[in-house]
């Protein structure tokens, strides 16, 4: 019944007899955390605050020396005293009730024991006596509680690492003059954005995902960062550290290391999902592409584009998110058109298993964070590729129906454990035939077709490849064990059908795919300038073989006969010209520039291979579409003797090195070139005069405008301001594009009105802009591509710079990397 008082009095004795022995160092420690919270141990480091915490220690161990040479430990007799002196209680109950009486228990003595008794029961033992307060009678305590409060507040954020560094066991890095550090922001490299360097502020807008960068000097160990959990550091040098921070919300990141400290505010720009839509219907092409013209808006451009396919499940329903193939789009095969964010992209679908079919597409754009946005759903047929030859539609046809339905094989029996040479040998490998007993319909349909359409002698064949190949395709298929073994299958198929469809065309035509792919995947991802040489080089073989393909079958199917070949001829010197102007841009770095001239030019092979195919001038031809074409070509000779011109009138803008006034040639003083620019706008307006049938409005006033920029270069020349000629030699080779297009639709009209050949509309009858030099892309000209050859040069020569510093020379080595 008293043991809970008496314990109670006890601890009370104890921590009043202990507080004189704690009052000094606890005094050193709460100066200690103030001295810490104030940020003194941060500035002054080590060994400074190492012999401050000595000092302080030492002073409060020699103030708890006296205080614990009087400690007693409290004994129980003290403490049954003090609950008898805070009960009031008298008589000494607690002795009393352990006494024994020596002549034995009288009735006196039991009364007076349970007098005792029931004192005790109502003893308490009251809260410890105030000993602090005898030993700080002017409340200093409290002052330093106050003090130590305000410190907390002042510090902030500091305040928890100040306290942690103060009691760390690791050397504490001091001075703020000794630790430097510089910051910079580096944005992901799909936003195009320079990084931001942070010399003098320390506030900056930031594109998500951006990465916070800084090397500090002088310090000895890691820093502490507050405000991102992410924080890479890495020691690049002696008392050198490195930090990396990959930000992920606005706000402050705090890089602090003793008395080092840096707040950095971040505020990040949000990055929203691309924007898609589908602006015009889309378009097929007897080659098995779908056409589609979208607009597309990202905060700093898409990346990668897909066309999403489904099944059209009719009457309004939506497909199930399960039910949509992705089918990649190349780089190269997206094109901007000449409204801003509007694009043009072509797509194979002839291969995709359900081109023929009634399906849902929609275009998806994936920018270089990863974020995905879709244009609406629209229905069409998928384009298929249309073949002509027997042959080439029978393989295609089975490929569609092998692709459609492909499964599993079934289970191979299991051999018995004890089964003799003839129980097993049905399943031997030199069985292949009971190996196509497992496979699915769709296989066992394949091997019997294939050898349908190979049963004939190969010389019955107009290509021996054509026989080979659907033989091996038959063996391969029949001694295949499992569906991974025909993964090529679908492959092989297509290639036999077209090559039984184009002949030897179709190698030279996937090797100019494949070529291209490789080039345009290379431009769009920043390839370095050997690698697209490379690539350029075999691009540009592909397509010398590819035209030689091409003039080799249209001279066997009499495609040419009768001395065609002006329209060829045509294509050739536009062909030559894109091929110098994207090996120009690809050297320059110009990427946009080498995309527009890879889409010209791939649509130009295109039509040359229609032009080829389609018959493009032959015997039959009529008058008309014979003067047009005679005026199509004059009119090419002077779009070429103008862009001579312009490059003449260029080099004289051109100071030479040795400070002369400029470049002359053999034919390069001033009046001689106005004078030749006089005589070729004389010559396009006799053009003009003696078209055959007159020119539509559009025509005139190309051609119209394309003489009063001919005129204002040559006032431009005579006046010597080469910069005005050369804007005005520009302008005039446009027009004169526009007006070569317009001729050669009005040539496409008339042939077309005649049966005969197509030249610049494709198979379903849509226009080719410019005379099927692709579409509405558009070449760079020499002034843009002679700017990029300029500002390359001027990069190179100032990362020669010697009195650069080392950011502005690796931002410029970053650009050279780059372009």
């Known amino acids: 019944m008293t043991l809970w008082p008496v314990q109670l009095a006890r601890l009370g004795l104890l921590w009043e007899r202990a507080a004189p022995v704690l009052a000094g160092p606890a005094a050193m420690v709460a100066l200690y955390l103030i001295l810490a919270v104030s ?8 060994p400074w605050r190492m012999i401050s ?3 302080l220690f030492g ?22 005293r003090r609950v008898e002196e805070d009960s009031a209680l008298k008589g000494r109950p607690f002795e009393a009730l352990r006494d024994e009486p020596a002549t034995g228990e009288s009735v006196l003595w039991l009364a007076h024991r349970g007098r005792m008794r029931a004192a005790l029961a109502a003893a308490k033992a009251r809260r410890p006596k105030a000993a602090w307060a005898r030993l700080d009678p002017y409340g200093l305590r409290v002052f330093a509680m106050i003090v130590l409060g305000v410190g907390v507040l002042h510090a902030g954020d500091l305040a928890a690492p100040r ?9 504490l890095s001091g001075g703020a003059e000794r630790a430097l550090a510089e910051f910079w922001i580096e944005p992901p490299g799909y936003t195009g954005r320079p990084v931001q360097f942070l010399r003098e502020r320390r506030e900056a807008r930031a594109p998500e995902g951006s990465v916070l960068a800084a090397r500090i000097t002088g310090i000895s160990r890691d820093p502490r960062v507050i405000g991102a959990d992410n924080a890479e550091i890495e020691e690049i040098g002696p008392g050198v550290r490195q930090l990396r921070v990959t930000l992920e919300e606005s706000g402050p990141v705090t890089v602090r290391l003793g008395a080092f400290h840096e707040r950095i505010e971040i505020t990040l720009i949000p990055d929203h999902p691309p924007r898609l839509a589908l602006v015009a219907e889309p378009e097929s092409h007897r080659e098995g592409r779908l056409i589609l013209e979208f607009t597309a808006e990202d905060d700093y451009g898409i990346e990668a584009y897909r066309l999403l396919v489904a099944p059209d499940p009719g009457e309004g329903r939506d497909p199930a998110d399960g039910d949509w193939d992705a089918i990649d789009i190349p780089s190269g095969a997206v094109t901007p058109t000449r409204e801003a964010d509007r694009y043009r992209a072509s797509v194979e679908t002839a291969r995709h298993p359900l081109a023929g079919e009634r399906v849902l597409v929609r275009v998806e754009g994936i920018d270089g964070a990863g974020q995905s946005g879709r244009t609406g759903a629209i229905a069409l047929r998928l384009p298929e590729r249309l073949f002509l030859d027997a042959m080439a539609r029978a393989v295609a046809h089975e490929r569609r129906g092998f692709v459609a339905g492909a499964g599993p094989y079934t289970d191979r029996p299991e051999s018995p454990s004890e089964a003799s040479l003839d129980a097993i040998s049905p399943w031997l490998d030199d069985q292949p035939d009971l190996r196509l ?24 064949f107009r290509d021996r490849i054509v026989f080979l190949g659907l033989r091996t395709a038959m063996h391969e298929v029949r001694r295949a064990r499992e569906m991974d073994d025909l993964s ?7 290639q036999i059908a077209l090559r039984a469809e184009l002949g030897t065309l179709a190698d030279a035509e996937a090797a100019l795919r494949a ?26 073989e592909a397509t010398r073989n590819y035209i030689a393909a091409l003039m080799r079958e249209a001279m066997q199917s009499e495609a040419l006969a009768g001395g065609a070949g002006g329209g060829m001829d045509l294509s050739a010197d536009m062909l030559q010209d894109l091929l110098d102007a994207l090996r120009e841009a690809t050297e320059l770095g110009d990427t ?15 039509n040359m291979q229609i032009m080829a195919g389609g018959g493009g001038q032959g015997m039959g031809e009529s008058e008309m579409a014979r003067a047009l074409r005679e005026a199509l070509e004059e009119m090419g000779e002077i779009i070429g003797e103008q862009r001579g011109l312009m490059d003449e009138t260029f080099n004289m803008s051109r100071p030479q090195e040795n400070g002369e006034a400029g470049e002359e040639g053999a034919e390069g003083e001033p009046g001689d070139l106005a004078g030749r620019q006089a005589l070729l706008r004389e010559r396009l307006d006799q053009l003009r005069e003696n078209m055959p049938g007159g020119m539509s409005e559009d025509g005139e006033e190309a051609l119209g405008e394309a003489g009063r920029q001919m005129e204002e270069a040559r006032r431009a020349i005579e006046d010597g301001d080469e910069r005005r000629a050369l804007d005005a030699q520009d302008g005039a080779l446009r027009s004169l594009r526009e007006g070569a297009a317009e001729t050669a639709d009005r040539l496409q009209a008339e042939n077309e009105q005649g049966g005969r050949g197509q030249r610049d509309r494709d198979p379903l009858g849509r226009e080719m802009d410019g005379g099927g030099t692709g579409g509405e892309a558009e070449i760079p000209s020499e002034i843009e591509r002679q700017r990029a050859r300029d500002i390359l040069e001027e990069l190179r020569r100032r990362a020669g710079d010697g009195s650069l510093t080392e950011e502005e020379r690796a931002y410029i080595e970053r650009l050279l990397d780059r372009f």
């Open 163 to 171: 306290l942690g560094d103060a009691f760390s066991v690791r050397p």
């Open 488 to 494: 090529h299958m679908e492959e092989d198929l297509w």
């Open 437 to 460: 007993e497992r496979a699915p319909a769709a296989v066992k349909r394949l091997s019997m077709a294939l050898d349908a359409l190979s049963d004939a002698p190969s010389s019955y």
């Open 53 to 55: 915490a000595l000092a």
């Open 39 to 46: 940020g003194l141990f941060e500035r002054i480091g080590d």
């Open 515 to 540: 070529a291209e792919r490789a080039l345009a995947d290379g431009l769009a991802r920043g390839a370095s300038e050997m690698e697209l040489a490379a690539l350029f080089d075999q691009f540009e």
């Open 592 to 606: 946009e520039g080498a995309r527009r001239a890879l889409a010209a030019l791939t649509e130009l092979l295109r």
């Open 59 to 80: 002073t409060g161990v020699s103030l708890a020396i006296r205080p614990a040479r009087a400690f007693r430990w409290p004994s129980a007799e003290d403490a049954e």
